[in-house]
């Protein structure tokens, strides 16, 4: 069982990688073949299209892999009724968006989205029937490598289809109907290899076991997490819809959008550690070991501020070069932007793997109400701040709205466990990390070589580290078993 468990680890975390690749080469080359106007269009269609993505694909799906892997022997009647489900919500979702398309794009000041906002409507009924079967019953049964199979199919066929179209100038209805072909052929080969692993027959359920597995149970379970992740994602994706609402302004709109894209590198790099955290503090809180849960607060914090600090510092004294090598001096504009956000996704990437401390204790609904705290913060700072000062205002607020976040959640750890980082170690990281700050201010360069830069700058990063006694032999030994080939 354990040598399974490692296997489909490392499917997903593949698939993942690919995930993230390809997406970023999709961005960059729509950033560069559109132009920031249309960029900043695709932007906003791509906020609609990862909230619609946050909806499908967490609750329900979760639910269903979870109740799935407990009672395998009802697998098909969790399939019909979950995809019964599935359908209803699908098509209300969709319907309000086909119906509305034209409300939601006046209340972002561009009728001119309509059509776009329909077809991300009808994208959703594919979207939303993959969510289901990917993560909801290929996970369930454990198919793991199938799973991964199905994310590296659908979002390479994306990329090259997008890609194929932007050559062939299809613009970004081409882009759309990447994602839609992908997505079908995607679900297509779900269905039939899931029907193949249906058993045809199966014992009805009795009263009891319906109260235990039925649709009401199924649904009631799924609305905590599709809540807790939908406003999760609004929070990244709402600064886009309130600059394109206030601010009308597709090229600013398109600043934006790639300043945030690169910003969020490092939280989506060390986003990982809040999956493994949990379970490590739920274990650890089980057996009451405090002292284990101190030292996996502490060495995460650190290790995060580590290997943090230094890209963050780097990239914050280049952010002009790095727009400008990925997607071309038509961005530079939004490098201020990316500045500050790199210093938001850093406390964001933080708060986040603290709060999975909490969710590990046994409070399951703290990271819903973090989420909505955040994501009223940023409302009511966006709100007051981009009408003031654009861009670099709604950069402010969420810069100031993480900062509240990560004092609120760092005091809650600190109240609860007396511990989160030892003070000296902060100092060292801050001081070597400043000292990098400074040489790379200091060393102007551009291109391709900004890449030898980051390496060269990272490893006197670690030199300044050892020196200060920062790192350790039980480091040098983490790092010797992560590379150790058995």
Not at 140 to 167: D, E
Not at 275 to 297: D, F, G, Q, R
Not at 320 to 334: M, Q
Not at 357 to 385: A, C, D, H, Q
Request: glycine share 4%; net charge positive; aromatic share 16%.
């Amino acid at each position: 069982m354990a040598g399974a468990i490692v296997k489909g680890t490392i499917y997903l975390m593949v698939s993942v990688f690919v995930f993230f690749l390809a997406n970023y080469v999709l961005h960059i080359a729509i950033g560069r073949f559109l132009g920031p106007e249309m960029y900043g269009v695709f932007g906003v269609l791509m906020s609609l299209y990862l909230i619609s993505d946050a909806f499908f694909g967490t609750g329900l799906p979760k639910a269903v892999s979870k109740f799935m892997s407990e009672h395998e022997d009802k697998k098909k009647y969790i399939y019909k009724v979950s995809l019964r489900l599935q359908l209803i919500l699908t098509v209300i979702f969709s319907s309000f968006f086909i119906v509305f398309a034209k409300q939601i794009a006046l209340i972002l000041n561009d009728e001119s989205l309509t059509n776009y906002i329909v077809f991300i409507g009808v994208m959703m009924i594919s979207l939303s029937l993959l969510s289901l079967y990917s993560c909801g019953f290929f996970n369930g049964l454990r198919k793991f490598k199938q799973q991964a199979l199905i994310r590296i199919v659908h979002v390479s066929l994306r990329t090259i289809l997008a890609l194929l179209f932007l050559y062939l100038g299809f613009r970004l209805f081409g882009v759309l109907t990447a994602f839609l072909i992908s997505q079908v052929v995607a679900l297509i080969y779900c269905v039939f290899y899931f029907k193949s692993k249906l058993s045809s027959k199966e014992e009805p359920l009795n009263s009891e076991e319906k109260k235990t597995i039925g649709a009401k149970k199924i649904f009631m379970f799924s609305l905590p997490i599709v809540a807790a992740s939908l406003t999760f994602t609004l929070v990244r994706n709402i600064n886009i819809l309130f600059i394109k609402s206030f601010l009308v302004d597709n090229y600013l709109v398109g600043l934006f959008t790639a300043a945030a894209t690169l910003s969020n590198l490092p939280f989506l790099v060390f986003a990982p550690v809040s999956l493994t955290l949990l379970p490590s503090i739920s274990k650890a809180a089980s057996t009451n070991n405090m002292e284990l849960i101190k030292k996996y607060i502490s060495q995460s914090t650190r290790y995060i501020l580590i290997l943090l600090l230094p890209i963050i510092a780097i990239t914050m004294t280049t952010s002009k070069e790095v727009l400008r090598l990925l997607y071309s001096a038509d961005y530079v504009a939004g490098a201020d932007v990316l500045s500050i956000l790199l210093v938001s996704s850093t406390f964001l990437t933080i708060s986040s793997a603290l709060s999975s401390v909490i969710t590990g204790m046994g409070k399951p609904r703290f990271e819903l109400y973090y989420s909505i705290l955040f994501l009223s913060l940023l409302s009511i700072l966006n709100f007051f701040l981009i009408p003031k000062f654009e861009l670099i205002g709604a950069a402010y607020a969420f810069l100031i709205t993480a900062f509240i976040v990560l004092l609120m959640v760092g005091i809650y750890i600190y109240y609860k466990f007396k511990t989160l980082l030892n003070f000296i170690s902060f100092l060292r990281i801050m001081f070597c990390s400043i000292i990098i700050y400074t040489l790379a201010y200091l060393w102007p360069i551009g291109g391709f070589l900004l890449l030898l830069k980051y390496s060269l700058l990272f490893l006197l990063y670690l030199f300044l580290l050892y020196v200060f006694g920062e790192i350790k032999e039980e480091d040098w030994s983490l790092v010797r078993q992560l590379i150790k080939i058995k």
